[in-house]
């Protein structure tokens, strides 16, 4: 038996609230741009954002495809809801310095695809993949978002494409609780098996900025992680765990500049 899908709806329901309470505190940023209508007096510095992701982990590590072979388990079952932030800072027109933090989880329901208990029952087991990336990265910008009118005041164009890249380090947590087969015994015992661990990774991103007004603004990206973690504790003889994947991400932002007048 797998996660029912309203606990996927639910989950990415309480995200969803999660970002919109996360950019109500962000809306004070704006007051820091000290903006006229549609426009700010100062070129911004810096932007800060929260963010809604799906992510798609590619699961290709052996590890991974023993788990997909022997449970009711499948590649895109390992997919989830992620929440994250953003805090950039502007160097030039078109360049940003940017520090994302984003935190995902699947929770999965599985049984065994082959075995049963003497009572002709399923052999169950809960399944979680847990991560938490940190990265630092850079984006460059197409085209410029804004334009200096006269001595103070700066307007932000239409719609900004960039591209990017970054590294950093990801926090990855596997564990398998429930009923499980000893293949030499064919006893049924029941376990909590875990792997967890800390590895670095790199990114490639691109994505547009759509501006709502003065400050804040909408951003739209895909994202491409690449990484492995040793795979530790109660999982041996395994290669690196898979940490690679796409993370498909809708934000809202504010942008903001450090001189006050």
Request: one cysteine or more; hydrophobic letters at 40%.
């Amino acid at each position: 038996m797998k996660t029912p899908l309203i606990d996927v709806f639910t989950y990415t329901a309480r995200s969803a609230r999660a970002v919109l309470a996360g950019a109500c505190i962000l809306l004070p940023a704006t007051a820091w741009a000290q903006g006229g209508p549609g426009f700010l007096f100062n070129p911004p510095s810096a932007s800060i954002g929260a963010k809604l992701s799906y992510n798609v982990p590619s699961v290709g590590s052996d590890l991974f495809g023993f788990t997909r072979d022997e449970f009711t388990l499948d590649r895109g079952d390992f997919r989830s809801p992620q929440f994250g932030a953003e805090f950039a800072v502007r160097l030039t027109d078109r360049v940003d310095l940017a520090t994302d933090l984003g935190w995902t989880r699947s929770r999965l329901r599985s049984e065994y695809r082959d075995w049963e208990d003497l009572d002709g029952l399923p052999i169950e087991q809960d399944t979680m993949f847990e991560r938490t990336s940190l990265t630092f990265g850079a984006k460059y910008y197409l085209k410029d978002r804004g334009r200096s009118v006269g001595q103070f005041a700066w307007v932000p164009d239409g719609v900004a494409p960039y591209v990017g890249a970054g590294v950093g380090v990801m926090w990855h947590d596997l564990t398998q609780h429930g009923d499980f087969v000893d293949v030499d015994t064919f006893d049924i015992f029941t376990d909590r098996l875990q792997t967890k661990g800390v590895a670095p990774i790199a990114d490639v991103r691109a994505g547009a900025d759509f501006p709502l007004g003065r400050a804040a603004f909408l951003v739209g990206e895909a994202r491409y992680n690449f990484g492995s973690g040793p795979t530790r504790g109660d999982y041996v003889g395994f290669g690196n765990t898979d940490l690679s994947g796409l993370t498909l991400t809708l934000g809202i932002s504010f942008r903001f500049s450090f001189d006050r007048q």
